[in-house]
């Protein structure tokens, strides 16, 4: 049996028998673990608060050979988000965030980018909850670039051909951008207003990306959603369970 530490994201946990949970983290160094917390709903256990959903906490666990469910010995909080409990919205956020980083990451792989991506937009929404939309879109590019999904931003996947500044680019049902030419209009339309917005993702933290979001038009927006959502769709083969 091997004991391990490291940092991880609390996302979601189901009661297992009369007193424990299972807890579903992202970690960062061994990603997505699933684990038991024995003894954790008990008045008085040695976890406390700290297995609340969205937590970051430094944990210590056991993993026995060949069983993906890991045993939580110690769980320490490193960042509680007490303070947003009372916000709907957030919550809901926040609870998607924690699905699709489960529906995407394979178990016990890690990927340290993905880890602090999705820690950065943790931080950004809980510090400026206004935002927590354009921290969410920020959330599902990243998601997608990160895992492999987002395509080519710059140019046309058939022809090779770079976009101009003002042409409008069409999304495949393969997830892949072409051009008018390439793609005789069929697949969704993306404006060059969203390609320009979805280019800001690559080079800003997720809190300065939702600033300047501020800025951008309702359409533009709105059109961003119905991309991210399609494409998620796609990959899952189903739609996302909640979402704002
Ligand atoms: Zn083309």
Same mark, same amino acid.
């Given at each position: ?27 960062r ?21 700290a297995?609340? $959903? ?14 993906e469910l ?11 988000? =007490? ?21 995407f990451? $394979? ?21 400026? $909850? ?7 879109r ?8 990160? %895992?492999? =999904? ?11 051909? !770079?976009?101009?500044a ?22 969704s339309a993306?404006?060059?207003?969203l390609?320009?917005?979805l280019?800001? !993702? ?6 300065? =990306?939702?600033?300047?979001a ?5 359409? !533009?927006k709105k %059109?961003?959603? %119905?991309?991210?959502?399609?494409m998620?769709?796609r ?10």
């Amino acid at each position: 049996m091997a004991v391990f530490e490291t940092e991880a994201l609390i996302l979601r946990s189901y009661n297992l028998a009369e007193a424990d949970k299972i807890v579903v983290c992202l970690s960062r160094s061994a990603g997505l673990i699933r684990g038991v917390a024995k003894g954790c709903r008990k008045l008085k256990n040695r976890f406390g608060a700290a297995l609340e $959903p969205f937590t970051l906490v430094n944990l210590t666990y056991y993993e026995k050979e060949h069983q993906e469910l890991v045993s939580f010995r110690q769980v320490e909080i490193l960042k509680s988000r =007490f303070n947003l409990s009372s916000n709907a919205s957030i919550l809901t956020g926040f609870s998607y965030i924690g699905d699709l980083l489960i529906d995407f990451s $394979p178990p016990h792989q890690a990927n340290d980018n993905l880890f602090r991506m999705a820690l950065a937009c943790f931080e950004a929404a809980s510090e400026t $909850p206004d935002d927590l939309e354009a921290v969410l879109r920020y959330f599902e590019v990243w998601l997608l670039k990160l %895992e492999g =999904f987002l395509p080519d931003l710059r140019m046309c996947v058939n022809c090779h051909n !770079t976009f101009s500044a003002d042409e409008v680019i069409y999304l495949g049902l393969d997830l892949s951008l072409r051009c008018y030419e390439c793609s005789q209009g069929r697949g969704s339309a993306v404006s060059k207003q969203l390609r320009t917005h979805l280019r800001t !993702t690559e080079k800003l933290s997720p809190a300065t =990306f939702a600033e300047g979001a501020r800025e951008v038009s309702i359409d !533009t927006k709105k %059109e961003m959603a %119905e991309l991210t959502f399609q494409m998620i769709g796609r990959v899952l083969e189903r739609m996302p369970r909640v979402r704002l």
